[in-house]
């Protein structure tokens, strides 16, 4: 089976890896552009940083950073766009410029009409499992089984997405690696994820550049330190049956795919 790369664009000025490096429209289409060419089958396009302690984004302000970046990448290339926001007017907005896929952090539930819109729109979902808000959510987050807890919250998520409307065929889900969780909690999320796996959705793991590195190892500092760390976890994100892994080192990322591919034909 395939796993497919999507590449990360940040349109924000406070993301934790990227931020402020896209931040005009012609710098993030050109990056979007470069990610195509070294591989990525998917794009990220996101307005509103959700990164631990972020602070949140007006509607308006997100939809004037996203838009014409998506009609920009839109007018380059024909492959799926997703936009990663947790409001439906974002989406909306996305959607009419050109994106295909809405990559939604509370799983469809920031707003009351977030099912609803999502239907109409007739895009593919990603449900993501996030404790909490940005703000808050690595302010001690605990769990008694935090695979079965956020395996069970997914379900939820995806029954209450249907429920509304939106085809079950368009569903993603994403255990949310970081979001509301320790290090630990992590590990277990990555090694257990064939247990969202059979919830029968395709799964999307996403740990680039992600904290979580510098736990296992200290001398990751910064962001940009983690690339070691960003394969091993995308492999083994892969290896449990993720059908698509979101990343900001696209190039690496793919390479290290096909090697692991190879392997596995070779067997």
Known sequence: MTVKVMGIVNVTPDSFSDGGRWASTEAAADQAMRLVEQGAEVLDVGGESTRPGAEPVSEAQEIDRVVPVIEAVRARWGGPISVDT???????????????????????????????????LGCEVVLMHMRGEPRTMQADPQYEDVV??????????????TAGGVARERIWLDPGIGFGKTPAHNMALTARLGELVGLGFPVL???????????????????????????????????????????????????ALKLQAAVAAAE
Do not use: C, F
Not at 89 to 111: C, I, K, P, Y
Not at 217 to 228: K, M, N, Q, S, Y
């Open 148 to 161: 079965a807890e956020v395996r069970a919250y997914l379900l939820g998520r995806a029954e209450a997405a």
């Open 86 to 120: 947790m409001k439906p007017a974002v989406a909306r907005a996305a959607v009419a410029a050109g994106a295909t896929m809405w990559n939604d952090v509370t799983a469809l539930s920031h707003a009351p009409d977030s099912a609803a819109v999502a239907a109409e």
């Open 205 to 255: 793991y996403a740990a680039s550049r992600k904290r979580t590195i510098q736990a296992v190892d200290a001398t990751a500092v910064e962001a940009t330190d983690r690339l070691g760390g960003s394969l091993a976890l995308a492999l083994e994100g892969a290896r449990r049956g993720a059908r698509m892994v979101r990343v900001h080192d696209v190039r690496e990322t793919v390479q």
